[in-house]
T-cell receptor, first 114, second 110 residues
Framework: ETGVTQTPRHLVMGMTNKKSLKCEQH?????MYWYKQSAKKPLELMFVYNFKEQTENNSVPSRFSPECPNSSHLFLHLHTLQPEDSALYLC?????????????FGDGTRLSIL | GQQLNQSPQSMFIQEGEDVSMNCTSSSIFNTWLWYKQEPGEGPVLLIALYKAGELTSNGRLTAQFGITRKDSFLNISASIPSDVGIYFCAGQTLAQKLVFGQGTRLTINP
């Protein structure tokens, strides 16, 4: 139990569907992150939130839309995804962005696009 | 962008053997982290290194932050079956961004 919970664990969707991924952290952290993990590639940072404010969008296509209503919750809204978007999506949290405190990860959502 | 070269990409060893893997970069990092990821789970933090030259142990795991701040290694002594997984290094830049290596997949033959 890492203190970061992601739901659902698995998601299969068509290219025209709209779905959302959810992340919740119970660590009292103020920074939250979305990463994409594809086979044989390093983890790719997608978005960063610090105290609910988005501080980084790593050139992510607009079909991915993040939302951070408070420091404990982070969502990733998905719309008209492409087959190449199939991957493991990992959420992480840390104390704050501008510190060297390590990030702690959830177990991810395995996304498959048909 | 900044990149980490992690090697080896995969290792096949016998139970009881020692393991060594490393990460190198042309860039300087102010923190080095080592994570382990098992199937169906997210990366779990193993060791965090904050100072150049620092040598830190966590049970059978030992990691070092290179003096040049451009590299780090992880050693596992006397491997056991539950050590199986993918090990990732990650370097934190001065701008507090985390850059990950490609991972080392460890397989252990009993």
């Amino acid at each position: 139990e890492t203190g970061v919970t992601q739901t659902p664990r698995h998601l299969v969707m068509g290219m025209t569907n709209k779905k959302s991924l959810k992340c919740e952290q119970h660590l009292g952290h103020n920074a939250m992150y979305w990463y994409k993990q594809s086979a044989k590639k390093p983890l790719e940072l997608m978005f960063v939130y610090n105290f609910k404010e988005q501080t980084e969008n790593n050139s992510v296509p607009s079909r991915f839309s993040p939302e951070c209503p408070n420091s404990s919750h982070l969502f990733l809204h998905l719309h008209t995804l492409q087959p190449e978007d199939s991957a493991l999506y990992l959420c992480a949290s840390s104390q704050e962005v501008d510190t060297n405190q390590p990030q702690h990860f959830g177990d991810g959502t395995r996304l498959s696009i048909l | 962008g900044q990149q980490l070269n992690q090697s080896p990409q995969s290792m096949f060893i016998q139970e009881g053997e020692d393991v060594s893997m490393n990460c190198t970069s042309s860039s300087i990092f102010n923190t080095w982290l080592w994570y382990k990821q098992e199937p169906g789970e997210g990366p779990v933090l193993l060791i965090a290194l904050y100072k150049a030259g620092e040598l830190t142990s966590n049970g059978r795991l030992t990691a070092q932050f290179g003096i040049t701040r451009k590299d780090s290694f992880l050693n596992i002594s006397a491997s056991i079956p539950s050590d199986v997984g993918i090990y990732f290094c990650a370097g934190q830049t001065l701008a507090q961004k985390l850059v990950f290596g490609q991972g080392t997949r460890l397989t252990i033959n009993p």
